[in-house]
Every structure is written in structure tokens, then in C-alpha cells.
């Protein structure tokens, strides 16, 4: 067994109690976890601070002086607590602690020397630092005290003991345990290549750093090493399902393709998506089952792309499924593509959660006789009762509300897999589509089709309410329809429908003279159907809605967008909304309306959707914003669950981590060349992974 496997309760300090809080609390089963527990931040012992220097803004920092007038005030809560004055030659500054007062009172003498550390802060315009850690010592004792790791921990592993301090003690205990170097995992020849340091060096300056310079070095390796294992093993991957998944060939597209295009095709198709439906028809043809996800923003055209594909399998003999994530989609895609499919003489069908019994009958029978050419739907046709007669390409639509599962559900469909093609309007930023879905080809739309005006966006405080409701008449007058979006999640869903009822009121007593629709997830599916109908026909004005309108949505006739409290969405929620209008030729408008006091977040978000029409560059702001663990769709992957790396940050590292990875598969696809055993091990290494470890107990 290798060493580092050895269960942590046998590390030299970890008594059963501390062993329990690894693993429940830390997730440290083995002494490779504990090594791999890397500090999320470092403190600057070397340097100390003037009291001068001292800014309430500033992190953890370092002062020395002398205490003086030590006072113990009485009082209920936070009005108990004891203060103390420290100074410096350049001024002073107050202490104060609200817990272990009579403890710490007996232990703080006054006109002695200390050293302080802890976070200034301001409280009532005067700098102070509330439980700071002070040590009694002397200047030389100081210098060895250094770049200090911390670690995170949780409230009940504090409790029992393991605070950053001791999960330090005991990392550097297991440091010193294991004097042989660590075994490297990265190839001689890359390691040359990058300069970079050698794992062992890494792995004992990362929790004991010499130097910032050194501690850089150190973390620069192990974010490299851990982004290019994920790399390497999604590109590995999907190497092997290119090599073992013989795909489908679509050779012909003289049937149905030739004659859509040349008698049927509603518009003509923007230059990017002509080259999306060359990159799919390549795919297509190359005798490997094709996997790839299509980008394109919101309105940029990837239904009819989908269609073309579609296309493509008929005309071979196959059948073809467009899945959507909720049944208002699924229903429109339907209208949508039989409008476009008039004349065509192809048999597509609907198929829901609400597809009547009689009816799913005929259905069924006709997917299993192959008379069924597409079959369009929600989850529902991931069922084990919807047999294909030969499926031979999956679509996926907003792939985001999908999980890994489900796509894996539509693989096996057939014995032999159908291609898939996965498209998604949420613009994922580059990097992170790399890390969540580096398995997949990527295509993107970035052309909207011509003619469409750029939306323009406005942010409106709650008092201006009459100058929203000036521009809403306005364009009702032109003939145009609005929707007006409110927020609902689960945490407050009570007080949100409440808002979402009152607003309805409220909007059909501003405006009788117009129709008013709602639509919510509390209605049946029928009765939504029935609403988005009235909508769409033109027959009510205003709809009024939670976020269900959000997904795929096309009413092109729909100019104006109003999101109610919209400080509550996130930014690529708010770019989805908005991409409900401008769907026509008409100018388009989308009204934030928020609060006055708005956070410095929200702040920030109401001002790049003002700014910005650019989904791409709004994913960007987002993933800053918020962190990558919150974007949509990457909640499931675990793929986030990064140790060191961090995708905003160390966005140049991934890529350099990413192309190193796609070289060595370039030169040696099945990694068997002698100088990439290394790499061969390292990912089986992964494979088998935290769940052995887990078991250890
Ligand atoms: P999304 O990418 O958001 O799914 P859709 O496929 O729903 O976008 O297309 C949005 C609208 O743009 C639809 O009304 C569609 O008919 C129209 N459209 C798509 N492609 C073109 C094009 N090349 N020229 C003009 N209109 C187009
Ligand atoms: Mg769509």
C-alpha cells in the first residue's frame, strides 16, 4: 500500500475524535486527502505594521506596542466586552473581545509588549480590532514566524479542535513524517517545458512557504497540475468515445434537406449558421458518434439549425427527438417547426407529461414502426416506455436544465448511440464550457439574424413607476404586447406569489382597458397552454409572469420586458428574460426596477445589463461576480469542486493546461508512449478516485 493511503486516525496527533471531524466535516480520509487540503490564504507574519498604517479596509495585519487602560464594560450582549488601548510610536489603536473577558482579563498585562494580529475594522468612525491574537515575544522569535498558511474549517470541527492552527500542526507533522520526496505525476519533459517546480517541492511549500516568490512557484504547479488532469482526462475521454462509438453515417441529404432548403426555408440563414450545420453535417459523416454543444445567445437561431440536422437523419432513414426542459417549449417548438415542415410530408409528433393515454398509444406505436420521424417533447420521452424504432439523433434543447444524467438516459436509446446535439443560449464562458463540458465539440452562434434592433435596457427606481407604465402604453398603442416578470424561488415562495397576485391586480386595475394574462408553475399545464395561446395570438396585451417564461419563449410581436425587483435575478437570468423581446423588427425595451438601496452587487449587475447586449461578455461579469459554483448547469457537474485552481482566476493556466493536455493526445492518443506511463497511471489513479478512501474508516 502506498503510504499515503494510511487512514488518517493514524497520523501521529489524531486521536478517534479528530479522525471522525476529518472525514464528516473536512472530507480528509487519508493522509493524501490532508496533504491535498491546501490553504485557501496566507497571512504575512514578516511585516509589521506601524499603528499609522493602519486602515479600517486592510486584511489581517501585524502590529507591535504596548497596552494600556484595560476597562471591562458591563452590559447585556455586545455591551459586555472588555477594551484595551495598544500604541506605537505612531499612534493607537483599540482592542476589544466579547467572550472569555474574565480569561483574557487575567491573562493581558498592561504596559507590556506585545505583538497583535487580527483584522482592523471601523466601529463608530474609530479603528478597531475585535479578538485579536496577541503574543508576548521577542523581535527575533518574530523573523521565524513567516508566511503563515490558513486553512478552512468548519464551526463543528472547530469545536472539536480542529482550527486552521492544528490542521497546520498536523500537515506539517505529516510533512516531516514523510521525509522521502512525493512521488511526481507530470512528465520529465513537461516539467522542463513549463519550468515548473517538482511536486514534492510543491506540496512542502504550499503548506510551509520559505518565500511569496516560492509560494507562488508552488501554487503555480499544483493549480497547473490539477487543471490538466481535468483536462486531460475530459479530452482522454472523449478520445475513446470517439475511437469506440462508430457513429452513424448520414452520407445523403438529396430528401428532405435539399428540398426544406431550396422550397421551404422561412429566411435566409446568417453565415454563422450555415457553418454550425457544416460542422454538424461533418460529424455527421465521419463514422463517430457525434457529441457537440451549440452555443448561440439568445434569438441567434439554433432551432432551425436543429431542424437541418434533424433533417439530415431522415433523409439517412433514422428518426430524430428534439428534447426541451419544460412543456411551454416543448409545445412551442412543435407549432413552431410544423408551421415551418407545411407541405413537407413528414410525420412529427408532441409528446408530454400531459400527452393523453389514447393518443401516446398511436404514438408509441408508430415510434416502434418507424413512420414517426421526429418525436418532439420533454423528459418524458426519456421514459423506458418510449421505444425507438432507430434513433439517430438526439437534440437537446437549454441543455442547462438537463443533468449529466439525463444525457447519458438518451445514449442509450438505441444499442448503437444516436448523435447528440446539446444546445444552450446560456453563454458559458470559455474556459468554464472547457472545464464542464471539455468532452463535448463546441459550436457557436455569434451572429443574430439581421434586421433586429439591439434591445435597450433601462434601470428604473420603484418610484419611477409612472414612466414605466408611459413607456408600456406607448408600445401597446403601436400594437405591441409586454411582459411583466416577477420573482419567484422556493426559499420565499409564499411572499413571492403573493407579489406576483397583487402585481396582477395592480397592473389590470392600471389598464382596464387592455387584457392581462398570467402564467405561474401552480397552473396546469393546460391551463398554461391556454394563456400563452391568448398571448401569442395577440388577444391580451400584457402577460404577466414568474421566470417559466424564461426558456425558449417566442412571441416576436413582444417588445417590452419588465422585471419586477429585479436586484433578486442573477445576471444571466436577467440576459434570459430579456431575450424574450426583441424577437421582432421592432425597438425593443427591457426595464430593470428595483429599489433605491440596491447592494453593490446588484449595483453592479443593473449596470452591465444597461450597458451591454453581449451575452458572452455578461457571462464573464457573472462568473466574477458570483463564482463558477453558482453559474447555471454547474451545480451537478462536480467538476468544480476545484482544490487549488480557481476558473475566474486562473483562466491562463487552464488554457495553458488544456492545450499541454490536447498535445500529448495529438502525439500519442492512447497515452502508451513510455515517457506518458505517468500520465496513464496518475488518471486511473483518479478514477478509482475518493470513494475507495471514503470506505476506510
Ligand atoms: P434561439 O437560438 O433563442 O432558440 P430561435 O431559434 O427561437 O432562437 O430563433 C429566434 C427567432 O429568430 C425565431 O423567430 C426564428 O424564426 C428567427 N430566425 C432564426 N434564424 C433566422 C434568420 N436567419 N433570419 C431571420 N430570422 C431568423
Ligand atoms: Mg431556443
Same mark, same amino acid.
Not at 218 to 232: S, W
Given at each position: 500500500?502506498?503510504?499515503?493511503?494510511?487512514?488518517?486516525?493514524?497520523?501521529?496527533?489524531?486521536?478517534?475524535?479528530?479522525?471522525?471531524?476529518?472525514?464528516?466535516?473536512?472530507?480528509?480520509?487519508?493522509?493524501?486527502?490532508?496533504?491535498?487540503?491546501?490553504?485557501?490564504?496566507?497571512?504575512?507574519?514578516?511585516?509589521?505594521?506601524?499603528?499609522?498604517?493602519?486602515?479600517?479596509?486592510?486584511?489581517?495585519?501585524?502590529?507591535?506596542?504596548?497596552?494600556?487602560?484595560?476597562?471591562?464594560?458591563?452590559?447585556?450582549?455586545?455591551?459586555?466586552?472588555?477594551?484595551?488601548?495598544?500604541?506605537?510610536?505612531?499612534?493607537?489603536?483599540?482592542?476589544?473581545?466579547?467572550?472569555?473577558?474574565?480569561?483574557?482579563?487575567?491573562?493581558?498585562?498592561?504596559?507590556?509588549?506585545?505583538?497583535?494580529?487580527?483584522?482592523?475594522?471601523?466601529?463608530? =468612525? =474609530?479603528?478597531?480590532?475585535?479578538?485579536?491574537?496577541?503574543?508576548?515575544?521577542?523581535?527575533?522569535?518574530?523573523?521565524?514566524?513567516?508566511?503563515?498558511?490558513?486553512?478552512?474549517?468548519?464551526?463543528?470541527?472547530?469545536?472539536?479542535?480542529?482550527?486552521?492552527?492544528?490542521?497546520?500542526?498536523?500537515?506539517?507533522?505529516?510533512?516531516?513524517?514523510?521525509?522521502?520526496?512525493?512521488?511526481?505525476?507530470?512528465?520529465?519533459?513537461?516539467?522542463?517545458?513549463?519550468?515548473?517546480?517538482?511536486?514534492?517541492?510543491?506540496?512542502?511549500?504550499?503548506?510551509?512557504?520559505?518565500?511569496?516568490?516560492?509560494?507562488?512557484?508552488?501554487?503555480?504547479?499544483?493549480?497547473?497540475?490539477?487543471?490538466?488532469?481535468?483536462?486531460?482526462?475530459?479530452?482522454?475521454?472523449?478520445?475513446?468515445?470517439? =475511437?469506440?462509438? !462508430?457513429?452513424?453515417?448520414?452520407?445523403?441529404?438529396?430528401?428532405?434537406?435539399?428540398?426544406?432548403?431550396?422550397?421551404?426555408?422561412?429566411?435566409?440563414?446568417?453565415?454563422?449558421?450555415?457553418?454550425?450545420?457544416?460542422?454538424?453535417?461533418?460529424?455527421?459523416?465521419?463514422?463517430?458518434?457525434?457529441?457537440?454543444?451549440?452555443?448561440?445567445?439568445?434569438?441567434?437561431?439554433?432551432?432551425?439549425?436543429?431542424?437541418?440536422?434533424?433533417?439530415?437523419?431522415?433523409?439517412?432513414?433514422?428518426?430524430? /427527438?428534439?428534447?426541451?426542459?419544460?412543456?411551454?417549449?416543448?409545445?412551442?417548438?412543435?407549432?413552431?417547426?410544423?408551421?415551418?415542415?407545411?407541405?413537407?410530408?413528414?410525420?412529427?409528433?408532441?409528446?408530454?407529461?400531459?400527452?393523453?393515454?389514447?393518443?401516446?398509444?398511436?404514438?408509441?406505436?408508430?415510434?416502434?414502426?418507424?413512420?414517426?420521424?421526429?418525436?418532439?417533447? /420533454?423528459?418524458?420521452?426519456?421514459?423506458?416506455?418510449?421505444?425507438?424504432?432507430?434513433?439517430?439523433?438526439?437534440?437537446?434543447?437549454?441543455?442547462?436544465?438537463?443533468?449529466?444524467?439525463?444525457?447519458?438516459?438518451?445514449?442509450?436509446?438505441?444499442?448503437?448511440? !444516436?448523435?447528440?446535439?446539446?444546445?444552450?443560449?446560456?453563454?458559458?464562458?470559455?474556459?468554464?464550457?472547457?472545464?464542464?463540458?471539455?468532452?463535448?465539440?463546441?459550436?457557436?452562434?455569434?451572429?443574430?439574424?439581421?434586421?433586429?434592433?439591439?434591445?435597450?435596457?433601462?434601470?428604473?427606481?420603484?418610484?419611477?413607476?409612472?414612466?414605466?407604465?408611459?413607456?408600456?402604453?406607448?408600445?401597446?398603442?403601436?400594437?405591441?404586447?409586454?411582459?411583466?416578470?416577477?420573482?419567484?424561488?422556493?426559499?420565499?415562495?409564499?411572499?413571492?406569489?403573493?407579489?406576483?397576485?397583487?402585481?396582477?391586480?395592480?397592473?389590470?386595475?392600471?389598464?382596464?382597458?387592455?387584457?392581462?394574462?398570467?402564467?405561474?408553475?401552480?397552473?396546469?399545464?393546460?391551463?398554461?397552454?391556454?394563456?400563452?395561446?391568448?398571448?401569442?395570438?395577440?388577444?391580451?396585451?400584457?402577460?404577466?409572469?414568474?421566470?417559466?417564461?424564461?426558456?425558449?419563449?417566442?412571441?416576436?410581436?413582444?417588445?417590452?420586458?419588465?422585471?419586477?425587483?429585479?436586484?433578486?435575478?442573477?445576471?444571466?437570468?436577467?440576459?434570459?428574460?430579456?431575450?424574450?423581446?426583441?424577437?421582432?423588427?421592432?425597438?425593443?425595451?427591457?426595464?430593470?426596477? /428595483?429599489?433605491?438601496?440596491?447592494?453593490?452587487?446588484?449595483?453592479?449587475?443593473?449596470?452591465?445589463?444597461?450597458?451591454?447586449?453581449?451575452?458572452?461578455?455578461?457571462?464573464?461579469?457573472?462568473?466574477?461576480?458570483?463564482?463558477?459554483?453558482?453559474?447555471?448547469?454547474?451545480?451537478?457537474?462536480?467538476?468544480?469542486?476545484?482544490?487549488?485552481?480557481?476558473?475566474?482566476?486562473?483562466?491562463?493556466?487552464?488554457?495553458?493546461?488544456?492545450?499541454?493536455?490536447?498535445?500529448?493526445?495529438?502525439?500519442?492518443?492512447?497515452?502508451?508512449?513510455?515517457?506518458?506511463?505517468?500520465?496513464?497511471? /496518475?488518471?486511473?489513479?483518479?478514477?478509482?478516485?475518493?470513494?475507495?478512501?471514503?470506505?476506510?474508516?
Amino acid at each position: 500500500m502506498n503510504p499515503l493511503d494510511t487512514p488518517i486516525a493514524y497520523l501521529k496527533g489524531v486521536g478517534p475524535k479528530k479522525a471522525e471531524l476529518f472525514q464528516s466535516e473536512l472530507e480528509v480520509f487519508c493522509f493524501a486527502d490532508l496533504l491535498t487540503y491546501f490553504p485557501f490564504r496566507y497571512v504575512d507574519r514578516t511585516k509589521i505594521y506601524s499603528i499609522a498604517e493602519i486602515q479600517p479596509d486592510m486584511p489581517y495585519v501585524q502590529i507591535k506596542g504596548i497596552i494600556s487602560k484595560i476597562e471591562i464594560m458591563e452590559g447585556k450582549g455586545r455591551n459586555n466586552r472588555m477594551r484595551a488601548i495598544l500604541s506605537d510610536d505612531t499612534g493607537s489603536i483599540e482592542l476589544v473581545w466579547f467572550t472569555g473577558i474574565k480569561w483574557l482579563k487575567s491573562l493581558i498585562k498592561p504596559q507590556t509588549e506585545y505583538i497583535v494580529f487580527g483584522k482592523p475594522t471601523e466601529f463608530n =468612525r =474609530r479603528l478597531n480590532i475585535a479578538h485579536p491574537e496577541m503574543e508576548h515575544l521577542q523581535p527575533n522569535e518574530i523573523k521565524e514566524m513567516g508566511l503563515q498558511p490558513v486553512y478552512n474549517s468548519t464551526e463543528k470541527a472547530k469545536h472539536g479542535g480542529l482550527d486552521s492552527k492544528t490542521i497546520g500542526k498536523l500537515i506539517r507533522e505529516l510533512l516531516e513524517q514523510h521525509p522521502a520526496a512525493f512521488a511526481e505525476t507530470l512528465p520529465n519533459e513537461w516539467i522542463q517545458k513549463l519550468g515548473l517546480i517538482s511536486r514534492n517541492q510543491a506540496l512542502r511549500h504550499i503548506h510551509n512557504p520559505p518565500q511569496w516568490n516560492e509560494l507562488q512557484k508552488a501554487q503555480f504547479r499544483l493549480k497547473f497540475e490539477e487543471l490538466f488532469y481535468i483536462q486531460l482526462k475530459l479530452l482522454n475521454q472523449l478520445g475513446i468515445r470517439k =475511437r469506440q462509438n !462508430p457513429g452513424f453515417i448520414f452520407e445523403h441529404i438529396d430528401g428532405h434537406f435539399h428540398k426544406f432548403y431550396h422550397e421551404h426555408l422561412p429566411f435566409p440563414l446568417t453565415n454563422a449558421q450555415k457553418n454550425v450545420i457544416r460542422d454538424i453535417r461533418q460529424d455527421v459523416r465521419s463514422g463517430k458518434q457525434m457529441n457537440r454543444l451549440l452555443q448561440g445567445d439568445v434569438g441567434s437561431g439554433k432551432t432551425i439549425v436543429a431542424l437541418f440536422a434533424m433533417l439530415m437523419a431522415i433523409d439517412n432513414g433514422f428518426q430524430a /427527438t428534439l428534447l426541451a426542459p419544460t412543456e411551454i417549449l416543448a409545445t412551442q417548438h412543435f407549432h413552431n417547426l410544423s408551421d415551418m415542415l407545411q407541405g413537407m410530408q413528414l410525420n412529427m409528433r408532441l409528446l408530454t407529461g400531459s400527452t393523453r393515454k389514447s393518443e401516446r398509444k398511436s404514438l408509441f406505436a408508430e415510434l416502434i414502426d418507424g413512420s414517426l420521424n421526429i418525436l418532439i417533447g /420533454t423528459h418524458a420521452i426519456l421514459e423506458e416506455s418510449v421505444v425507438f424504432h432507430n434513433l439517430g439523433l438526439a437534440v437537446i434543447d437549454e441543455q442547462h436544465r438537463f443533468g449529466v444524467s439525463q444525457r447519458a438516459r438518451i445514449w442509450q436509446k438505441n444499442k448503437q448511440s !444516436p448523435h447528440i446535439l446539446v444546445m444552450t443560449a446560456t453563454p458559458i464562458p470559455r474556459t468554464l464550457a472547457m472545464t464542464l463540458y471539455g468532452d463535448l465539440d463546441v459550436s457557436v452562434i455569434d451572429e443574430l439574424p439581421p434586421g433586429r434592433k439591439p434591445i435597450q435596457t433601462i434601470h428604473r427606481f420603484e418610484i419611477s413607476r409612472q414612466k414605466v407604465f408611459d413607456l408600456l402604453i406607448d408600445e401597446i398603442q403601436k400594437g405591441r404586447q409586454a411582459y411583466i416578470v416577477y420573482p419567484l424561488i422556493e426559499e420565499s415562495e409564499k411572499v413571492d406569489y403573493k407579489n406576483l397576485f397583487d402585481g396582477f391586480e395592480q397592473i389590470k386595475a392600471a389598464f382596464p382597458q387592455y387584457q392581462v394574462s398570467i402564467l405561474h408553475g401552480r397552473m396546469t399545464p393546460d391551463a398554461k397552454d391556454f394563456e400563452m395561446a391568448r398571448f401569442l395570438k395577440g388577444e391580451t396585451q400584457i402577460m404577466v409572469a414568474t421566470t417559466v417564461i424564461e426558456v425558449g419563449v417566442n412571441v416576436p410581436n413582444a417588445s417590452v420586458m419588465i422585471i419586477e425587483s429585479a436586484e433578486r435575478f442573477g445576471l444571466s437570468q436577467l440576459h434570459q428574460l430579456r431575450g424574450r423581446v426583441g424577437r421582432g423588427a421592432e425597438q425593443s425595451y427591457c426595464i430593470l426596477v /428595483t429599489p433605491y438601496k440596491l447592494s453593490e452587487e446588484g449595483r453592479k449587475r443593473m449596470e452591465t445589463m444597461v450597458r451591454t447586449n453581449d451575452g458572452f461578455e455578461i457571462a464573464e461579469v457573472d462568473l466574477q461576480l458570483r463564482g463558477p459554483g453558482d453559474m447555471d448547469g454547474t451545480r451537478q457537474s462536480g467538476l468544480i469542486n476545484l482544490k487549488i485552481a480557481d476558473i475566474v482566476k486562473d483562466q491562463k493556466i487552464l488554457s495553458l493546461a488544456r492545450n499541454s493536455a490536447q498535445l500529448i493526445l495529438d502525439n500519442d492518443p492512447e497515452l502508451s508512449q513510455p515517457q506518458n506511463n505517468i500520465l496513464l497511471a /496518475t488518471l486511473h489513479q483518479m478514477n478509482k478516485g475518493k470513494s475507495n478512501w471514503a470506505n476506510i474508516s
